[in-house]
């Protein structure tokens, strides 16, 4: 049964730094991998998304990549700002684009000013 | 605007009185999914449909039912609700054709309460 953890539970860091969130999977046999930020008490909001075939995906100061084979993922974040600040998700879909989602527990950020 | 609704955005109910909360996207998504998230546990899939008449159980599917009598609509039914199905529940949708990137968009949310 796939497995979705993601490391650090949480995360301060003062603005301006550059971070990054870890995201790790059980079963490499999956077909894309998505990261979201989530506002306290909203919805989801979709950054990144990488096919099974891609290594990284970018927009703006946000880069993804993706090792399948060793069930990782990474989200680097440059030049952290305030606004950053939510709890970021990723989710796997398992292996085909039929099939189930598992997200991991996420990480949460907060940038201090 | 491309989005995804959900109606209600917050409810409070009784346990054992039916409720259905409704799901619906203007995108022309196949894919359409229920997840609710709850402290600690985080989110987790509760059913996924891939196109009309055609659905699937997610990891926490007991004590709900959904149908897909349309492909914009994906409605998720309490039959008999009980307190620990009070919870954050999202309603998301993926196209699934050829050269799209699959991302999920997901709804507002449904603050559910059963007392």
């Known amino acids: 049964k796939q497995e979705v953890t993601q490391i650090p539970a949480a995360l301060s860091v003062p603005e301006g730094e550059n971070l990054v969130l870890n995201c790790s999977f059980t079963?490499?046999?999956?077909?894309?991998l998505q990261w979201f930020r989530q506002d306290p008490g909203k919805g989801l909001t979709s950054l990144l998304l990488i096919q099974s075939s891609q290594r990284e995906q970018t927009s703006g100061r946000l880069n993804a990549s993706l090792d399948k084979s060793s069930g990782r993922s990474t989200l680097y974040i440059a030049a952290s700002q305030p606004g950053d600040s939510a709890t970021y998700l990723c989710a796997v879909r398992g292996k085909t684009s039929y099939d189930k989602v598992i997200f991991g527990p996420g990480t949460s950020l907060s940038v201090i000013p | 605007e491309a989005q995804v609704t959900q109606n209600p955005r917050y409810l409070i109910t009784v346990t054992g009185k039916k409720l259905t909360v409704t799901c619906s996207q203007n995108m022309n998504h196949e894919y359409m999914s229920w997840y609710r998230q709850d402290p600690g546990l985080g989110l987790r899939q509760i059913y996924y449909s891939m196109n009309v008449e055609v659905t699937d159980k997610g990891d926490v599917p007991e004590g709900y039912k959904v149908s897909r009598k349309e492909k914009r609509n994906f409605p998720l039914i309490l039959e008999s609700p009980s307190p620990n199905q009070t919870s954050l529940y999202f309603c998301a949708s993926s196209s699934l054709g050829t050269g799209v990137t699959y991302e999920q968009y997901f709804g507002p949310g449904t603050r559910l309460t059963v007392t």
């Open positions: 079963d490499s046999a999956i077909y894309n």
